[in-house]
């Protein structure tokens, strides 16, 4: 890997990094005593009882079934087929109110795949969730690159230099890089 995918590729790390480290609501499924890492307690948790926790710290007890995420904060198939139509459908680059709407579709496949294995949803649906998620950063990235087109006339891609032709192969490649991080499992 070349010097720009290795930072382009550790700027997305740390842009998943911040999304981790940011709190997520959360019910508690099974009475629970807590813990204490890094010298801050968790818990105790009490069943049927919401929790805002950080997303790194709510993983370990959703895999062990202590907690799971609050209706109001997933993103299952229905909710990424939903972004997927809209992408779709627009035309142009939509705004997100979530400015991590991507990293946390990644982050929440985990939460299907689990439920799928666990057979709490047909495995379709983690089909599903993983066909539509590839359909949203694939239209978003055609977007990208029109956006980035948009400025760019027929006449001044004729006028690049061979040079400039290069760095354009190398944004692609860069292209590729983000959009494989979404794609492939942590």
């Known amino acids: 890997m070349n010097k720009i995918e290795i930072q382009l590729e550790d700027s997305l790390n740390r842009v998943n990094f911040i ?3 940011g ?6 499924i099974s009475d629970y005593n807590g813990f204490s890492i890094l010298g801050e307690s968790f818990g105790p948790f009490e069943k049927g009882k919401k929790y805002r926790l950080p997303y790194f710290i709510a993983l370990p007890l959703i895999e062990n079934n202590i907690i799971k995420i609050d209706s109001k904060e997933k993103c299952d198939n229905t909710d990424v087929q939903r972004y997927a139509i809209s992408e779709r459908d627009e035309q142009s680059l939509l ?10 579709i990644r982050e929440f496949r985990f939460l299907i795949e689990k439920d799928a294995n666990d057979n709490k949803i047909p495995k379709l649906d983690l089909d599903r ?3 539509y998620f590839i359909n949203i950063v694939d239209n978003r990235l055609l977007k990208l690159l029109k956006l980035a087109k948009s400025s760019l006339s027929l006449d001044d891609e004729r006028k690049l230099t061979d040079s400039e032709k290069l760095l354009f192969s190398k944004l692609f490649e860069i292209i590729r890089t983000w959009r494989n991080f979404f794609l492939t499992k942590n």
């Open 19 to 21: 999304f981790k480290n």
């Open 129 to 131: 969730f993983s066909s």
């Open 23 to 28: 709190e997520v609501t959360t019910e508690s």
């Open 95 to 104: 705004h997100r109110e979530n400015k991590f709407f991507l990293n946390k």
